[in-house]
């Protein structure tokens, strides 16, 4: 039996309870131990201080996962410069920090280390995920904005396969379709939502389907296990890689992806 140890780093400008979040699920899986740490995730600094810390406390570093987003305003007409930049910032500089930082502290080997079950890093090993959307490759399913960031996030998984030779680190992405979590969309203010494609009408139950063919949304743990996988030995020869996670949606309507 393993302990294993996840570092949810926030970005210190989401309101969302991380604190609490961690508690949950420490309690409910007793050999994870999961620890709050607020940062800005566009912030070089902040990204150099997190890893710094992580190499302090544990001497090590096997698996770093971006997950960030921002839509972005649904027209051109609406876009602005500083709009683009910050959806770049949210959306690929994130990755790209990851991809320029990471590896360096991946390569770090160590004894064994004085936590429960602990285990000697012996090589040069790790898994770099990047959770992006399938705006990765679709265009004209969102605003520009997003759909140009999202693109550049996939753009630094496919530039790191080079990057990354000989270090013994792999580095590849998520790109989810639709999924539920847990938003109820009665009464949300759908504006924006409504006046990109696809409309905020897919939805729905009934659009959910007849457009994806699973027939339903995904939810947050089914990306979860993706990561997982990628983060661990099983995917050992996979990089570079793109794992749509959309239930079918993009395959059978490629045009019409849901949000």
């Known amino acids: 039996m393993a302990i294993t ?7 210190v400008a989401s309101s969302e309870d991380y604190t609490s979040l961690a508690a949950e699920i420490n ?21 150099l201080t997190l890893i710094d810390d992580v190499l302090n406390a544990w001497g090590r570093l ?12 649904p027209s051109i007409e609406e876009t602005s410069p500083d709009d683009l930049q910050k959806c770049f910032e949210a959306n690929s500089m994130a990755p790209f920090f990851a991809l320029k930082y990471a590896p360096p502290a991946m390569a770090k080997t160590t004894s064994k280390g004085n936590y429960p079950n602990a285990a000697p890093k012996g090589q040069k090993y790790g898994s770099i995920v990047v959770v992006s959307s399938v705006a990765s490759t679709y265009g004209g399913c969102w605003g520009p904005c997003f759909t140009m960031s999202s693109h550049a996030a996939l753009g630094v998984v496919r530039a ?27 009464g949300f203010d759908m504006r924006g939502l409504s006046s990109q494609l696809p409309p905020a009408s897919l939805q729905s139950e009934k659009a959910q389907r007849e457009h994806i063919g699973l027939e339903r949304a995904g939810l947050p743990q089914e990306v979860g296990r993706v990561a997982g996988f990628l983060a661990s030995g099983f995917s050992s020869y996979i990089t570079g890689a793109n794992l749509v996670v959309d239930g079918g949606a993009s395959v059978m309507n490629p045009l019409t992806v849901p949000i």
Do not use: M
């Open 5 to 11: 140890l996840e570092l949810a780093a926030c970005d």
């Open 27 to 47: 309690k409910a899986h007793p050999n994870t131990k999961v620890i709050g740490y607020p940062y800005k995730f566009a912030n070089e600094e902040d990204t």
């Open 160 to 186: 790191g396969v080079a990057t990354l030779k000989g270090t013994g680190v792999r580095i590849n992405c998520i790109s989810p379709g639709q999924i539920d979590v847990g938003v109820d969309l009665q």
């Open 62 to 73: 096997d698996v770093w996962v971006t997950s960030s987003g921002l839509l972005g305003p």
